[in-house]
């Protein structure tokens, strides 16, 4: 049985009501919209004839009733305006039902109505839409948050009632981008960001493409695949992790640049920078180096903040982070180096263990020498670079996907972009030579024989490819959501992601009316059951009768239930009794 608050219940009477009168609230026909309240706001005051005949729809925002004349707030997808409904107007005729019942007491904040009329100006100067139609479009079974602000006399604001919870908000997003105004703004910028970088590929004359979610192996990246089973080919797939190894087969197809973006899925830690599912963008070009994709990437960056958000200095936090191009670059060895005073370069994995012991930097037997040197820099180095910075030059077995540097064959040609501590971006001059490409593979299944759940596994389909020939390549992967995060001064990625993933939801269970009925509950005072927690009737059998009974005959007087005659202290005690042997008998 579903649980409904008395204003639910409420509006589902005016919902039944709506339709004994004839009118559908849910009608299906369309309904034709010429303006917006944005357009409206904006242009009214330069070009007043342009709203001489408004056709608007909206969600109702707030309500003031006022006799034969009221105000309401209308809210579409741009934005707010206000409405005003004056009876003789909305009903010329004799019959004023639509005003006096419809719009005055069957209609809620939430409603969805369509209007037409004329624009005006009220006496305090509020540009306003004159009602002379108004059609219900959708009514509201559940109430809004009311969200309240008011100002001192010093124009300081405070709000009221604010859906800021954020467990609520991210649950229930849909509430969160109607009441607060603020939320959408991110998710707009979030569009123009990839709106920028699709823009930026496009003229360069690179093609978006697609790759597999479902894949036989999950390749691209050293991370912890989620598992899924294919009933059909009876086999187990794994979701992507990255799309890296699909694209370069698509180079040595014969493409010279290629990017996607897509839904990666990683079975790791949630925090406030980690969701199992992300947004990644790779691109790869054939024919290039990583020097020349570290240009390619400060310069799209750039291009990105400039049109997303308007300025290339970003407020993140309490640092101000700027992305004009040129970005500072450092090796790898050099950072560790400056930050920790080790030199590593060359060092065994025992020695490195030792480094990791002397910087008090927890380890297991299951990493190698990669991962060794990730825990060194990742705890001691990534932090210190705020601004837009290039770590290059990562040792081999960091990088099993990455050419062998050309003047260090123990390093790789690769880079990965730190803005304010984190990693945003990743790239490589991408490794093409089949063979070394199969003894870095079989380097990660040792690393995975040692319980390193993260190694990669072999490809063999990809090293085959390689082997008819991949001409030199560089790539890059970007998260989308964490440099989202950063050009929208959101410390947290559950803030930049329309739906992050959750906890499943407890939803509260209820006994049926009829349950309710056979212990000798009436069908009336089950609603008053719920006012006090009591949803199912096995919630009964800890209850003491005397104080129970207070409690609903208190209760049920506030819900003004007086057609209804009050329970006897025997019927309490009879409801106690019933419930007591119906959690036994469900504990047996």
């Avoid at 934005?79 to 209609?107: A, E, S």
């Amino acid at each position: 049985m579903q649980i409904l608050s008395e204003q639910e219940i409420l509006r589902r009477e005016k919902r039944q009501q709506l339709m004994d009168m004839g009118i559908d609230p849910y009608p299906a026909e369309k309904f034709e919209v010429n303006t917006t309240a944005k357009e409206m706001l904006a242009e009214f005051d330069s070009n007043e004839g342009k709203f001489e005949e408004v056709s608007l729809a909206g969600r109702i925002m707030s309500f003031r009733v006022m006799g034969k004349a009221s105000f309401a707030e209308l809210k579409d997808a741009t934005g707010r305006v206000q409405i005003y409904v004056n009876r003789d107007d909305l009903c010329p005729g004799d019959d004023k039902t639509l005003y006096n019942t419809v719009f005055k007491k069957m209609m809620d904040i939430g409603d969805f109505v369509g209007i037409k009329g004329f624009g005006f100006k009220t006496q305090t100067g509020e540009i306003s839409i004159h009602v002379k139609e108004l059609k219900l479009l959708t009514k509201s079974l559940k109430p809004l948050p009311v969200v309240k602000t008011a100002k001192d006399e010093e124009g300081n604001e405070t709000v009221y009632d604010a859906f800021s919870d954020p467990e609520l908000r991210y649950r229930q997003r849909y509430v969160d981008l109607v009441v607060n105004d603020d939320v959408k703004d991110v998710f707009m910028k979030r569009i123009k960001v990839i709106n920028a970088i699709r823009n930026y590929f496009n003229e360069n004359g690179y093609l978006e493409v697609e790759t597999p979610i479902l894949q036989s192996i999950p390749g691209g990246a050293a991370a912890r695949p989620f598992i899924t089973h294919h009933n059909a080919l009876g086999n187990d797939l794994y979701l992507r992790i990255a799309n890296e190894l699909y694209l370069k087969r698509l180079i040595v197809g014969g493409f010279d640049g290629v990017y996607e973006f897509s839904k990666n899925f990683r079975n790791e830690g949630m925090d406030r920078t980690h969701n199992p599912e992300f947004t990644a963008m790779e691109i790869y070009v054939a024919y290039k180096d990583y020097i020349w994709m570290m240009e390619f990437t400060e310069n799209l960056l750039e291009r990105v903040a400039t049109e997303a958000i308007g300025t290339t200095d970003v407020q993140f936090g309490d640092k101000q982070v700027s992305f004009k191009a040129p970005y500072k670059r450092i090796t790898m060895y050099d950072a560790i180096k400056e930050y920790t005073g080790f030199d590593i370069s060359g060092m065994n994995e025992a020695q490195l263990r030792d480094v990791c012991k002397e910087l008090n930097i927890e380890v297991d037997e299951s990493m190698g020498k990669g991962k060794l040197i990730d825990e060194i820099f990742g705890e001691k180095c990534e932090g210190n670079f705020i601004q837009p910075t290039f770590i290059t030059d990562y040792p081999v077995e960091m990088s099993p996907l990455s050419k062998r540097h050309r003047d260090n064959p123990e390093l790789t040609e690769r880079f990965e972009l730190i803005i304010n501590g984190k990693e945003v971006a990743n790239a490589y001059s991408e490794l093409n030579d089949p063979v070394d490409q199969r003894n870095r593979f079989e380097e990660q299944v040792k690393l995975q024989e040692r319980g390193d759940d993260e190694a990669m596994f072999i490809d063999q389909d990809f090293i085959r490819a390689l082997e008819y020939g991949m001409p030199p390549t560089s790539g890059l992967g970007i998260g989308i959501d964490r440099l989202v995060m950063m050009l929208t001064n959101n410390p947290s990625i559950q803030e930049v992601l329309f739906f992050p993933q959750m906890k499943p939801e407890k939803w509260p269970v209820a006994s049926k009316v009829e349950e309710w009925e056979a212990i000798g509950v009436e069908s009336g005072l089950v609603q008053v059951m719920h006012k006090l927690g009591m949803y199912m009737i096995i919630d009964l059998a800890e209850a003491s009768s005397g104080k129970f009974m207070n409690d609903f005959i208190g209760m049920k007087k506030k819900l003004k239930l007086k057609e209804i005659k009050n329970p006897s202290r025997e019927d309490f005690e009879a409801w106690i009794e019933k419930a007591v042997a119906i959690k036994e008998e469900s504990e047996n």
